[in-house]
T-cell receptor, first 114, second 113 residues
Framework: NAGVTQTPKFRVLKTGQSMTLLCAQD?????MYWYRQDPGMGLRLIHY???????AKGEVPDGYNVSRLKKQNFLLGLESAAPSQTSVYFC?????????????FGPGTRLTVL | DQQVKQNSPSLSVQEGRISILNCDYT??????FLWYKKYPAEGPTFLIS?????DKNEDGRFTVFLNKSAKHLSLHIVPSQPGDSAVYFC????????????FGTGTRLKVLA
């Protein structure tokens, strides 16, 4: 099992460019999450999904969109990147139906917006 | 308004001694708590959890204590090892269906050999 994988690992964008971050999990988890981590801020939830075809906003959703067309994939999109979106992005998944509540995290994507 | 707080940004401990990491929360509806460990350039990895129906949970060298009346939890690592040097995050959730967690800002633990 690869667990949770994220693509790409690093990316540099110019202000106004768009990009999509891909998260994939092979654990058949229903729930998936996107977080951003900034210095001194911990991890903040951007968007999450409780199943294929569903998405919902987290704490800091502005400037981001998401899609969950397949159960194993959760995409995070930036339509018009801004320097404030420079951050490390983590994807996570969990399956509460399995009786465990912890989230499994991917290795992260480091994004710099110039 | 930060619902989960880790007031110590960093902590240094001698190898073999006890490390105590603290976490406070404000939302009395939180009923499940997790601790994660994070190494540089890696994603957080799950360490230990505790439900609000318990006040203690142990897993090897790691013990988490929960004081619901004080809205406080702590992670004890005994004995501390150099490999424990990492950033530790606590997280809290209402297990009401979405399993969304609120994370603290982290404490950087350095275990000195």
């Amino acid at each position: 099992n690869a667990g949770v994988t994220q693509t790409p690992k690093f990316r540099v964008l110019k202000t106004g460019q768009s990009m999509t971050l891909l998260c994939a999990q092979d654990m058949n988890h229903e729930y998936m999450y996107w977080y951003r981590q900034d210095p001194g801020m911990g991890l903040r939830l951007i968007h999450y999904s409780v199943g294929e075809g569903t998405t919902a906003k987290g704490e800091v959703p502005d400037g981001y969109n998401v899609s969950r067309l397949k159960k194993q994939n959760f995409l995070l999109g930036l339509e018009s990147a801004a320097p404030s979106q420079t951050s490390v992005y983590f994807c996570a998944s969990t399956d509460p139906m399995a009786g465990r509540n912890e989230q499994f995290f991917g290795p992260g994507t480091r994004l710099t917006v110039l | 308004d930060q619902q989960v707080k880790q007031n110590s940004p960093s902590l240094s401990v001698q190898e073999g001694r006890i490390s105590i990491l603290n976490c406070d929360y404000t939302n009395s509806m939180f009923d499940y708590f997790l601790w994660y460990k994070k190494y540089p350039a890696e994603g957080p990895t799950f360490l230990i959890s505790i439900s609000s129906i318990k006040d203690k949970n142990e897993d090897g060298r790691f013990t988490v204590f929960l004081n619901k009346s004080a809205k406080h939890l702590s992670l004890h690592i005994v004995p501390s090892q150099p490999g424990d040097s990492a950033v530790y995050f606590c997280a809290a959730s209402e297990t009401s269906g979405t399993y969304k967690y609120i994370f603290g800002t982290g404490t950087r633990l350095k275990v000195l050999a």
